[in-house]
């Protein structure tokens, strides 16, 4: 399961970058090994509202019981978005696998190389990825992704028959892009 969705990163990275864009944050949660569904954040302001956007990620997994979450972040995007310093390889990948007893992140970093940029300036790029350093059990999490991966375990208590359902439409009108996997699907 790992590799598939270290590959689905991968492969949205590239062709997101090939757009000229870099995709936002991205969660997928897991119940008893089955994937959820994608989560990706919704549009974000500089600062305070890029921090609690990020975090906020965590409702799905929360209100689906998730056992594990892979988030997954672009270094440079996240720590401006956020202002915060960049910490670690930067352009990256990042991938962290979380359960409620610890997380180990994986960083894939790259290089870029322009593909053609565009008369206003954007460019479109293909990531060469690089050797990816050896994965580190407890490694340091920016501040947003951590509050994801922690919130991401505590039970939701909401009053209502389908707390999951009503999770998901709710993130949805705030603008989060979810796409649930058929098992999920309401």
């Known amino acids: 399961m790992w590799d598939g969705l270290v590959s689905v990163a991968k492969e949205t990275y590239t062709a997101s970058l090939g757009e000229g864009v870099v995709p936002r ?3 997928m949660p897991l ?3 089955e994937l959820v569904g994608l ?3 919704r549009p974000l302001k500089v600062g ?3 921090l609690a956007g990020i975090a906020e990620l965590a409702n799905i997994a929360a209100a689906a019981g998730a056992e ?3 988030v997954a ?3 440079h995007d996240v720590a401006t ?10 352009p990256c990948l990042n991938m962290v696998l979380a359960t409620l007893g610890g997380h180990v992140l994986h960083q894939f970093p790259y290089t870029e190389q322009l593909l053609a940029r565009s008369p206003e300036g954007w460019a479109s790029v293909a990531p060469n990825w690089r050797p990816a350093p050896a994965p580190q059990p407890g490694g340091e999490l920016v501040p947003p992704i951590q509050a994801a991966v922690d919130f991401s375990f505590t039970p939701i208590e909401l009053d209502h028959p389908d707390p999951f359902g009503v999770t998901v439409v709710l ?3 705030d603008g989060y892009r979810i796409s649930l996997t058929e098992a999920f699907a309401r």
């Open 31 to 33: 119940v008893r090994g």
């Open 25 to 27: 944050p991205l969660m």
């Open 48 to 50: 305070q509202d890029a």
């Open 73 to 75: 972040w672009e270094t």
């Open 171 to 173: 993130m949805e009108e």
């Open 39 to 41: 989560i990706w954040v």
């Open 81 to 90: 978005a956020c202002e915060l310093p960049i910490v670690g390889p930067a």
């Open 68 to 70: 594990e979450v892979v």
